[in-house]
């Protein structure tokens, strides 16, 4: 054995003994479910099918029969993984002639973030990594004398593309080592020419794998995606053309974003250091005279990056998904071969140097850095032993089901995990599982369905699941996402634990067994983990909030969003949910997190903007606005939410004008109609009351903007139009404190006070400890004279809670004593309240005068009396009490000119 085989099968060894140790014991989230219930059952998967994976998978089940076979298959992919770091090592040697760095850089490799992950889970990712590293070596060992090994390359190449296509990224390096004149052989044209012919002959040897597909598929498996019953079935079904994959969709992303994300990606899994040695080891390679090596090497690596992050189409991937990374751990691979140039260039430097046992150990240590930085970076993300949350998710959910309920599956993250559970490992048989794509238990649509093929079934589909709902009523009918019911009238999607129950009408929802579960801790690069988590959160808190346990629906929404923290379409849903529950800072910050992510979220977008419009912040509102128009067209909802900032703004002639292109398109929208015709009474007012009465005139303002208006109206003493106002606001968010008080303010000002009281007693609901409502249902008893030990209480209360403000109280608890026939303490109280008010306060200052006026009478102090009477008609014409003072006053012989 060569010291090159053996120090890469002794790396390979520690790569393996540590994803072993570290492997999850059964499914996790994305295609492992479905993968492994296609092991388990030697059924076919999504495509391009993956036969060669699904056979060593097979075997692996069936060489392993203890174990679950989830477990089994991540052993294959532990295997997988190890085969891989061996194969680098040897490629590395091999362009190198340094035995120990590239053990060292190969090792690191395999304890990089991308690939330590992947190697623990049941995935075709590591597979794919051994195979195209393995071919990789074959040509470089072939091109040093050993020509034979091109063809066990090409045929690596084409069973490696019966596990994944990517693998073809080593293919024209693979043929350029073939081509190539090479000084090492004396080998003419024609003969490297006709290499190439036995070399195609092997690849399409390789390729024969792929016959497993329709003789599997011929079998009538349990688990099969899709049919295969031609030819042209078979091609479809290999070329991914229907599910996914190159060309599938417009990925709508610029190569500046693509590049960005490939970079990131690499960089997850390479440290900077590790990049910096990259970019130098094909430069130090040609310096050295070695250009050949440095061109395959810099020729792979732009193939698995800049190529692969051109060509791909997996729609908003680029934007918010980092479910794409797998596709560039070639890029990784690549990343780790140019860093191992330059890692072998410093250790040839040092073995000239340095000789001898301080040499090796100088040598030796500086090389096992890299693998240890990797391995103490990493170890806590890519440990996988006690991450079977997928798992546990699809057998919760099923055991949280009545009896005989029949579950529709949307989505690859949740149908795989049930599929497994279910179908694998028989978690509730009673249960009929649904896969919603018909792609895989086909047989659960109808014996007669089987027999269809994609088309007919994709045309049968809504009149059976129509069947489903509406003539099988007994049956209770569940869905792991939301979808649209406009073909099934009536019925209506309710919250049921981590799922949704369909509801027809008439029908009662089901009691579901379920009890939320402490969000658990996943990878935050894991993107699929993240979801399900996030998703999970959600739909828990959606479910506790429908059965009134708020504070625990606020909780769990919280905990949803760390997992979601990068991931902006849930952070965006969970500003809705926050919102739902009156928490509209969190909502506020939810959205501001989800624009972070994705500046153009249109949703995200409009509801900052409204959020923005209700807190009295128009401008902001109207710099949101502004970009939604550069993201969509905007609809009639959107620019009237746009118009109401503009007049929030005090721009009446831009909302005239917005509201005229609003009915150019849709002139028959009366909502627009109405707010055309309040902007232009604005406009023909002009001034503050315009302002006013456009606002007014909008309808639906606000919440925020009503209260600004009503505050309006109660500054110009229009008291019913206020109360109006106040009311509108109270009823669009009744969890509102200010719009209570100023209802209550409102009417105690327009002698109403039975509203009033009304009012301050929905404020100390609201606020239990608002020394304002206090005060207010306070004054409102002294006048109506009911209650008045209360209302003594109550401001004695408001001036302990609040003592700034005991000028005002005091005047409250001046009349509270005065009606229940304390003059002299009703005097007491309202000489500090006469002192203490501040001067520009002259309503306040006009009633306290008032009602000292009357207590000074009441003791037999007539011209005191008068004097704070005519103080008070020289402050205010306002106010219910205003005709008492003024018959008080000409009792006294004071004629007021108010």
Not at 100 to 112: C, E, I, R
Not at 514 to 528: F, M, N, Q, S
Request: hydrophobic share 50%; net charge negative; with cysteine.
């Amino acid at each position: 054995m060569s010291r090159s085989v053996a120090s890469g099968a002794l790396v390979a060894l520690v790569a393996l003994v540590v994803y072993v140790a570290t492997s999850c014991p059964t499914i996790w989230v994305g295609d492992s479910g479905e993968l492994a219930s296609v092991a388990a059952r030697f059924g076919v998967a999504h495509p391009p099918g993956y036969p060669t994976w699904t056979l060593l998978a097979r075997t692996a089940v069936e060489l392993l029969p203890s174990l679950e076979p989830a477990r089994a298959t991540n052993l294959l992919s532990a295997v997988s993984g190890a085969a891989a770091v061996f194969a680098l090592a040897l490629l590395l040697a091999a362009l190198t002639g340094r035995v120990v760095s590239a053990a060292a850089v190969a090792l690191a490799f395999g304890l990089a973030h991308a690939v330590w992950s992947t190697s623990t889970v049941t995935e075709v990712y590591s597979l794919n990594l051994a195979f195209t590293a393995a071919a990789l070596a074959a040509a470089v060992v072939a091109r040093r004398g050993r020509p034979l090994l091109f063809l066990l390359a090409a045929y690596l190449l084409g069973l490696g593309s019966g596990n994944h296509p990517f693998v073809l990224l080593a293919g024209p390096p693979v043929l350029a080592l073939a081509l190539l004149p090479n000084a090492r052989a004396a080998e003419s044209t024609s003969l490297r020419v006709a290499r190439t012919g036995g070399m195609a002959l092997a690849f399409l040897l390789g390729l024969t794998v792929y016959v497993v597909l329709p003789l599997r598929a011929a079998s009538g498996p349990e688990i099969h995606w899709g049919e295969l019953r031609s030819f042209a079935d078979v091609v479809d079904h290999v070329l991914r053309t229907q599910y996914g994959g190159l060309g599938e969709a417009d990925a709508n992303a610029p190569l500046a974003v693509r590049l960005a994300l490939a970079l990131r990606v690499v960089l997850a899994s390479a440290p900077p250091l590790v990049l910096i040695l990259a970019l130098v080891g094909p430069v130090i390679a040609w310096r050295a005279g070695h250009a050949k090596r440095a061109g395959l090497v810099v020729l792979f690596a732009f193939l698995s990056g800049p190529v692969v992050a051109l060509a791909l189409r997996y729609q908003n991937t680029f934007r918010d998904e980092s479910v794409i990374t797998p596709f560039f751990l070639p890029a990784v691979l690549a990343t780790f071969l140019a860093a191992g140039l330059t890692v072998a260039a410093i250790e040839d430097l040092l073995a000239r140097r340095v000789r001898g046992a301080p040499g090796i150990a100088l040598r030796g240590a500086l090389l096992a850095t890299l693998p240890l930085t990797l391995a103490l970076a990493n170890r806590t993300d890519c440990d996988r032993r006690n991450e079977t949350f997928a798992a546990e998710w699809g057998q919760r959910v099923l055991e949280s089901l009545p009896a005989g309920a029949r579950l529709v599956a949307i989505g690859d993250n949740a149908t795989f995990s049930l599929l497994y559970e279910h179908v694998v490992r028989g978690v509730r048989p009673d249960v009929k599982l649904v896969d919603h794509s018909q792609n895989l238990l086909v047989s659960a649509w109808g014996d007669d369905f089987v027999a269809l093929d994609r088309r007919e079934r994709r045309a049968r589909r809504s009149a059976r699941e129509l069947q489903f709902v509406f003539q099988d009523r007994a049956t209770p009918l569940f869905y792991t996402e939301e979808f649209d019911l406009q073909d099934f009238g009536g019925c209506r999607l309710v919250p049921a634990g981590a799922v949704l129950e369909l509801v027809r009408p008439g029908d009662r929802a089901s009691e579901i067994a379920w009890e939320p579960r402490p969000i658990p801790r996943v990878d935050a690069t894991d993107y699929l983990a993240c979801l399900l988590a996030a998703l999970t959160g959600v739909r828990e808190g959606t479910w506790l909030a429908s059965l009134g346990r708020t504070e625990e629906a606020h909780d769990r929404f919280v905990a949803a969003a760390e997992p979601a923290a990068r991931i902006p379409a849930v952070l965006r849903l969970l500003g809705g949910r926050h919102l739902e529950l009156g928490d509209v800072s969190l909502a506020e910050r939810r959205f501001r997190d989800a624009l972070a992510l994705a500046p153009d979220d249109r949703d995200a977008l409009y509801n900052l903007a409204l959020l923005d419009l209700n807190a009295g912040r128009p401008e902001d509102a109207l710099r949101g606005f502004e970009r939604l128009e550069n993201v969509d067209p905007p609809e009639p909802e959107v620019e009237l939410a746009h118009a109401v900032a503009l007049v929030e703004a005090g721009r009446l002639p831009d909302a005239a004008a917005r509201l005229e292109r609003v009915l150019a398109a849709e002139p028959d929208l009366a909502a627009a109609r109405r707010a055309r015709d309040a902007v232009q009474r604005g406009i023909s007012l002009g001034g503050e009351a315009g302002l006013a009465e456009a606002r007014a005139g909008l309808g639906e303002l606000s919440v925020g903007g009503t209260l600004q208006l009503a505050g309006k109206y109660v500054e110009r003493a229009d008291w019913e139009r206020a109360i109006e106002l106040y009311r509108e606001a109270l009823r669009r968010a009744p969890e509102s404190p200010a719009a209570a008080h100023g209802l209550g303010f409102a009417c105690l000002q327009a002698g109403r006070y039975v509203d009033a009281a009304a009012g301050f007693r929905r404020q100390l609901e609201l606020e239990p400890g608002s020394a304002e409502a206090r005060n207010g249902l306070a004054y409102v008893f002294a006048i109506t004279g009911d209650s008045l030990g209360t209302a003594e209480r109550l401001v004695t209360e408001a001036l302990e809670l609040s003592p700034e403000m005991a000028a005002y109280w005091n005047d409250t608890l001046g009349w509270v004593r005065y009606r229940s026939g304390d003059a002299h303490g009703a005097l007491e109280a309202l000489l500090r309240a006469d002192t203490g008010l501040p001067p520009e306060d002259v309503p306040s200052r006009a009633e306290t005068e008032y009602h000292l006026g009357v207590v000074l009478a009441a003791l037999g102090r007539a011209s005191e009396a008068a004097e704070y009477f005519r103080r008070s008609l020289g402050r205010t014409d306002t106010g219910a009490w205003v005709p008492d003072l003024r018959a008080r006053a000409r009792e006294l012989g004071i004629e007021g000119d108010s």
